[in-house]
């Protein structure tokens, strides 16, 4: 199920993602009913990338920038040791979370100018 899976977020518009959706379920989907419901449920969240230009897609459907946040923030709650109550914890946190959004400022996770331009949007 993994390939065809994935063919549908490889798909060029959201319509065509809808019909690889389709295409699973008739085939593969009768033996993995649970899955597909699964996959039917949380089709419009996982398929939202879509509403954005086609240069961010690759970022987007990705979960790698969030996973990488969560093992930075793991990193420094695991030096700190305990906390003294839960502001503080959040507090760390807190300013993880600025301080990764300075990189990816810097590094230009997603150019935001693309925002402004319809032309990418509206084709998908």
């Not at 899955?35 to 954005?52: I, K, S």
């Not at 040791?81 to 590094?107: K, Q, Y």
Request: glycine share 6%; proline share 2%; with cysteine.
């Amino acid at each position: 199920m993994g390939k065809q899976t994935s063919a549908i977020f490889e798909a060029l518009n959201v319509q065509e993602a809808r019909k690889r959706l389709e295409a699973l379920e008739e085939g593969l989907g009768r033996q993995l009913p649970e899955a597909m419901e699964c996959l039917r449920e949380g089709f419009a969240a996982a398929t939202c990338f879509f509403a954005f230009p086609w240069a961010h897609w690759k970022r987007l459907r990705s979960t790698n920038g969030l996973e990488r946040l969560h093992c930075e923030v793991k990193r420094r709650i695991c030096g700190v040791g305990a906390f003294p109550d839960r502001a503080s914890a959040l507090r760390l946190i807190t300013a993880v979370a600025h301080e990764i959004t300075g990189v990816w400022d810097d590094r230009r996770y997603l150019d935001m100018s693309l925002l402004n331009s319809t032309t990418d949007t509206d084709a998908a």
